[in-house]
């Protein structure tokens, strides 16, 4: 069998890093095999409740019709349902789910993190009653509450070691095997995958008030959640997949944390251990301060003057791949071919919203990056642009306009590449790194880290006297450009730059006072006036996205931001977030177990012949023609 780390979503194969078996590559796991593959028989041995004489263990999502295109598909998902299996190895599901009852599900994930694909995810299968047309679903390896010696062989057990933890699920408690390493490191592979392939299915799972993951069915129609839930937050006649923690798997969805570009490094990902994340910030703030170009943060756009410039700028080769350094959405984008790029270079960008919680705080903020080189060959293109091409929003990109959209994207999944910019005629590749918000994020989640500027009194040009007077080497309160070079390779104050947190106006803004500030700014007043009108429209006017039309969450209206020096701001999260509780609280240690037995009623996948069929799934073909558009959106949930 050739290795494959690929899942197959509408015939298209996305890569996710961990080894894949599909249906296509091994038919001993394809739910479309027509009949049992252990034994003759054609319909299920045990049939499990509701089948009936069906030999199909899967149906189409009739809210997709013929249509089976993944745009429509990605209208429909919406949930991730997670299961555990009462058995040994993930073949062993497969056979009792498709040679004894008849169902399926998309997904099982063996001990050793093996992932096994049995279905396309445009067909919906057997697995979670009430909400199987809007969902997928997987099975993790685990005998659950069969806990006694022997469960597991001693090899697999030496091999794949697990631990037996407590958790209690709708006021029940289980004793039960936990999950291994090789498990949660496929799921979470997983998961960041398909959040670049689905906009609906967000990274969440159900909370209590608290803010921990809830352990009991949701109240209401289970259909209105969209994310990852276990089976019983589907029913409470189950309790698979028992002490699975939402909560650091949702986080290692979430919690991983890139740079755009590590110039040198293929991989842009910050390193785990603190001591080389801050090697990699080091060896990028050499890379900005040390080339003598500009681009420094919070001031030194156009070699010179005092104009704010929220960001900095990292260099590498023109074409070098850029990746999004947090998950989120990309929600505006502009992207010209280079003919059509100012005199200066590339005017290309994208603009990322970003949703965290960090610390018990919940930040919103943007990531920009600006100077993008044109992508000229679907090959080249990321996926948010490939698949793009089906969406609305595609004529406008395409023809170099400004563009709003809506398209998820994974923390370190390519968005872009190097483009160049520089004086005409003498471009170097480069690219424009800002990190800003509207709130100040700092004293939310470490109070006292950030320095903290209100320069919003300067208007469009710096006048905060910490911030101007340490560059202004002949006090004149203007920067030329061999301070400001002179400054930031050389001068150890710039360190404490690295921790500035400024409030001041938007450079991108696109006001009329932009002229009117020129003017009026003692840095220009060396020029006439149809040289500073020139200034404006070849080097200002062109990168200019912000209009006052423009409405997106998160920005705001008065285009004043909290701006962070973006090296700073990743190793800092990644530092904060490493510190962050990842283990759900209701997950115990074996000790806990009271030893009082749950009801017998509820069950795991192992025991149960129901909970995973409804009248939806079962009534299909000819008789499907009954259920009208409203009893499919509604679907029929299991009485609780």
Same mark, same amino acid.
């Given at each position: &069998?050739? $290795? *494959?780390?690929?899942?197959?979503?509408?015939?298209?194969?996305?890569?996710?890093?961990?080894?894949?078996?599909?249906?296509?590559?091994?038919?001993?796991? %394809?739910?479309?095999?027509?009949?049992?593959?252990?034994?003759?028989?054609?319909?299920?041995?045990?049939?499990?409740?509701?089948?009936?004489?069906?030999?199909?263990?899967?149906?189409?999502?009739? @809210?997709?019709?013929?249509?089976?295109? @993944?745009?429509?598909?990605?209208?429909?998902?919406?949930?991730?349902?997670?299961?555990?299996?009462? &058995?040994?190895?993930?073949?062993?599901?497969?056979?009792?789910?498709?040679?004894?009852?008849?169902?399926?599900?998309?997904?099982?994930?063996?001990? *050793?993190?093996?992932?096994?694909?049995?279905?396309?995810?445009?067909?919906?299968?057997?697995?979670?009653?009430?909400?199987?047309?809007?969902?997928?679903?997987?099975?993790?390896?685990?005998?659950?509450?069969?806990?006694?010696?022997?469960?597991?062989?001693?090899?697999?057990?030496?091999?794949?070691?697990?631990?037996?933890?407590?958790?209690?699920?709708?006021?029940?408690?289980?004793?039960?095997? *936990?999950?291994? $390493?090789?498990?949660?490191?496929? &799921?979470?592979?997983?998961?960041?995958?398909?959040?670049?392939?689905? #906009?609906?299915?967000?990274?969440?799972?159900?909370?209590?008030?608290?803010?921990?993951?809830?352990?009991?069915?949701?109240?209401?129609?289970?259909?209105?959640?969209?994310?990852?839930?276990?089976?019983?937050?589907?029913?409470?006649?189950?309790?698979? #997949?028992?002490?699975?923690?939402?909560?650091?798997?949702?986080?290692?969805?979430?919690?991983?944390?890139?740079?755009?570009?590590?110039?040198?490094?293929?991989?842009?990902?910050?390193?785990?251990?603190?001591?080389?994340?801050?090697?990699?910030?080091?060896? @990028?703030?050499?890379?900005?301060?040390?080339?003598?170009?500009?681009?420094?943060?919070?001031?030194?756009?156009?070699?010179?003057?005092?104009?704010?410039?929220? +960001?900095?700028?990292?260099?590498?080769?023109?074409?070098?791949?850029?990746?999004?350094?947090?998950?989120?959405?990309?929600?505006?984008?502009?992207?010209?071919?280079?003919?059509?790029?100012?005199?200066? +270079?590339?005017? *290309? /960008?994208?603009?990322?919203?970003?949703?965290?919680?960090?610390?018990?705080?919940?930040?919103?903020? /943007?990531?920009?990056?600006?100077?993008?080189?044109?992508?000229? %060959?679907?090959?080249?293109?990321?996926?948010? &642009?490939? %698949?793009?091409?089906?969406?609305?929003?595609?004529?406008?990109?395409?023809?170099?306009?400004?563009?709003? @959209?809506?398209?998820?994207?994974?923390?370190?999944?390519?968005?872009?590449?190097?483009?160049?910019?520089?004086?005409?005629?003498?471009?170097?590749?480069?690219?424009?790194?800002?990190?800003?918000?509207?709130?100040?994020? +700092?004293?939310?989640?470490?109070?006292?880290?950030?320095?903290?500027?209100?320069?919003?009194?300067?208007?469009?040009?710096?006048?905060?006297?910490?911030?101007?007077?340490?560059?202004?080497?002949?006090?004149?309160?203007?920067?030329?450009?061999?301070?400001?070079?002179?400054? /930031?390779?050389?001068?150890?104050?710039?360190?404490?730059?690295?921790?500035?947190?400024?409030?001041?106006?938007?450079?991108?803004?696109?006001?009329?006072?932009?002229?009117?500030?020129?003017?009026?700014?003692?840095?220009?007043?060396?020029?006439?006036?149809?040289?500073?009108?020139?200034?404006?429209?070849?080097?200002?006017?062109?990168?200019?996205?912000?209009?006052?039309?423009?409405?997106?969450?998160?920005?705001?209206?008065?285009?004043?931001?909290? +701006?962070?020096?973006?090296?700073?701001?990743?190793?800092?999260?990644?530092?904060?977030?490493?510190?962050?509780?990842?283990?759900?609280?209701?997950?115990?240690?074996?000790?806990?177990?009271?030893?009082?037995?749950? #009801?017998?009623?509820?069950?795991?996948?192992?025991?149960?012949?129901?909970?995973?069929?409804?009248?939806?799934?079962?009534?299909?073909?000819?008789?499907?023609? %009954?259920?009208?558009?409203?009893?499919?959106?509604?679907?029929?949930?299991?009485?609780?």
């Amino acid at each position: &069998m050739a $290795e *494959n780390s690929s899942i197959i979503v509408c015939d298209q194969r996305f890569d996710v890093g961990r080894r894949v078996i599909t249906f296509q590559d091994d038919p001993k796991i %394809s739910a479309y095999t027509p009949h049992c593959v252990t034994h003759d028989g054609i319909f299920p041995t045990s049939p499990a409740k509701g089948l009936g004489t069906i030999a199909t263990r899967y149906r189409g999502r009739r @809210l997709i019709g013929a249509d089976r295109s @993944l745009s429509r598909l990605q209208q429909v998902l919406k949930q991730f349902v997670v299961h555990h299996d009462g &058995m040994g190895t993930s073949r062993d599901c497969f056979r009792v789910l498709h040679d004894e009852r008849g169902l399926s599900v998309h997904f099982l994930i063996d001990n *050793n993190g093996d992932i096994f694909q049995t279905l396309d995810l445009v067909e919906c299968g057997f697995q979670a009653a009430g909400v199987n047309e809007i969902s997928i679903g997987v099975e993790l390896c685990s005998r659950g509450d069969k806990t006694e010696p022997g469960t597991y062989p001693a090899e697999m057990y030496k091999k794949y070691p697990r631990k037996t933890v407590t958790c209690t699920i709708n006021t029940h408690q289980w004793l039960s095997w *936990n999950y291994t $390493e090789e498990q949660y490191e496929s &799921m979470a592979a997983l998961g960041r995958t398909l959040a670049r392939i689905f #906009p609906g299915l967000p990274q969440v799972c159900p909370q209590g008030a608290d803010g921990e993951p809830l352990w009991a069915t949701m109240a209401g129609d289970p259909r209105d959640f969209a994310g990852y839930l276990g089976h019983y937050h589907v029913t409470n006649q189950k309790w698979d #997949p028992g002490p699975w923690d939402f909560k650091r798997f949702i986080q290692s969805i979430r919690g991983r944390l890139f740079y755009p570009a590590i110039p040198g490094k293929e991989k842009a990902e910050v390193p785990d251990e603190s001591e080389k994340a801050l090697e990699v910030a080091h060896d @990028l703030y050499e890379n900005n301060e040390g080339e003598g170009e500009g681009g420094y943060f919070p001031v030194g756009p156009l070699g010179e003057t005092r104009l704010w410039h929220g +960001g900095s700028h990292l260099r590498d080769e023109r074409g070098k791949p850029l990746v999004a350094p947090f998950g989120g959405k990309l929600v505006l984008a502009r992207i010209k071919k280079e003919d059509d790029w100012p005199g200066v +270079g590339s005017n *290309n /960008f994208v603009l990322l919203r970003h949703e965290m919680a960090v610390g018990g705080a919940q930040l919103k903020f /943007f990531t920009l990056l600006m100077h993008l080189d044109a992508e000229d %060959s679907v090959e080249k293109m990321p996926q948010w &642009m490939k %698949s793009g091409q089906e969406k609305k929003w595609w004529k406008d990109l395409a023809a170099g306009e400004v563009t709003p @959209l809506e398209q998820p994207v994974a923390a370190g999944e390519l968005i872009g590449h190097f483009g160049e910019a520089g004086k005409s005629g003498a471009w170097k590749g480069q690219v424009h790194f800002e990190i800003f918000s509207e709130e100040e994020m +700092g004293e939310k989640v470490q109070p006292g880290f950030w320095k903290t500027f209100d320069g919003t009194k300067g208007g469009r040009f710096c006048a905060v006297p910490e911030i101007v007077q340490p560059i202004d080497a002949n006090k004149s309160w203007t920067l030329a450009h061999s301070e400001v070079v002179a400054f /930031f390779q050389k001068n150890a104050a710039r360190e404490g730059y690295r921790k500035f947190a400024v409030k001041h106006l938007s450079e991108w803004g696109d006001r009329n006072d932009w002229e009117i500030s020129l003017n009026r700014a003692r840095d220009f007043a060396g020029l006439s006036k149809p040289a500073k009108h020139k200034l404006f429209t070849d080097q200002i006017e062109p990168f200019l996205w912000w209009g006052d039309a423009l409405t997106i969450d998160g920005l705001p209206a008065e285009k004043v931001i909290w +701006g962070y020096h973006p090296i700073t701001f990743v190793l800092w999260l990644h530092d904060r977030m490493k510190g962050t509780a990842q283990t759900a609280k209701a997950i115990g240690v074996a000790s806990d177990y009271a030893g009082k037995k749950p #009801p017998s009623e509820i069950k795991d996948d192992a025991e149960a012949t129901d909970g995973f069929m409804d009248d939806e799934d079962a009534l299909f073909g000819e008789a499907a023609k %009954s259920l009208d558009l409203e009893k499919l959106a509604a679907g029929y949930p299991d009485e609780k």
